[in-house]
């Protein structure tokens, strides 16, 4: 949007290429790791305990390191068009900059707490969002259709979140391409710029990841159980003749 004006995009046509992205790539990986495509995500699952800390660690190495390559091969794609645009003068703010087509910069009425608050809550709002989708005791979506709903959560919070910043909602897709601009030609000035904003959109979805999690928990995750408890029991004691049968305990073998 940024090399044609509004020509050949529009802001909802670039928020709809965002959430169909991460659509494509929850199908595209879904069956190996989850999909697992934003760091904020993996720490949630992480103190959700379905994966090891370990892990976590692996898949937020690897979704950053992918970034890093998604940024180089957008820049490869499109460098003639950034030359053509910016005659080469690779810029952060002014009429030509480019640097806001890899990462997120906040606009000039943004402070930098407002920036963070917009990150913690979109984040929130995300995370909510997934764990509904995905949380089976709830009104899961379908298996099949998770990741082309997940993709309509994205779009749904860019358009409605996305003015103060473009909602990067995820560190990896920030902060690597950032990386990758400050090596390929727009200096240090991409994390100096908007008062040194480069840790908001990190530090930012990871607070609002944990912050999701924890509310859908207190607010829908534990009342799953004690439903289930209760219709257990209802379904016990209907089959013992009106009797509660006493629990019974399995004994279950671990290994270190």
């Known amino acids: 949007m940024e090399l044609s004006g509004t020509a050949k995009a529009q802001f909802l046509s670039v928020n709809m290429a965002f959430g169909f992205a991460v659509t494509a790539g929850a199908y595209i990986c879904a069956g190996v790791s989850g999909a697992h495509l934003n760091p904020a995500v993996s720490l949630s699952m992480f103190l959700l305990q379905k994966m090891s800390g370990r892990l976590m660690l692996v898949y937020c190495l690897a979704q950053f390191l992918g970034s890093f390559v998604g940024a180089s091969l957008v820049f490869a794609l499109y460098f003639d068009a950034l030359h053509a645009y910016s005659g080469g ?4 703010y002014g009429p030509q900059a480019t640097a806001g087509i ?14 963070l608050s917009d990150q913690v809550i979109a984040t929130s709002a995300l995370m909510i969002c997934i764990l509904a989708i995905i949380d089976e005791d709830n009104n899961a979506a379908p298996r099949g259709l998770q990741p082309f709903v997940i993709g309509l959560v994205v779009l749904l919070v860019g358009l409605s979140m996305g003015f103060n910043c473009g909602y990067p909602i995820n560190p990896a897709r920030d902060l690597a391409p950032r990386i990758f601009t400050s090596f390929a030609g727009w200096g240090l000035e991409v994390f100096r710029a908007g008062d040194n904003w480069w ?7 990871m607070i609002g990841g944990v912050i999701g999690t ?11 159980s004690a439903d289930q408890q209760d219709e257990d029991e209802d379904e016990d004691k209907e089959e013992n003749g009106g009797r509660r049968h006493p629990p019974e305990y399995e004994l279950v073998q671990s290994s270190a």
């Open 199 to 205: 840790w908001v959109p990190v530090l930012g979805p």
């Open 102 to 115: 890899f990462a997120s910069y906040p606009s000039e009425h943004l402070s930098v707490i407002n920036g």
């Open 214 to 224: 924890f509310l859908y928990e207190i607010l829908i995750g534990i009342h799953h």
């Open 89 to 92: 003068n690779w810029t952060v």
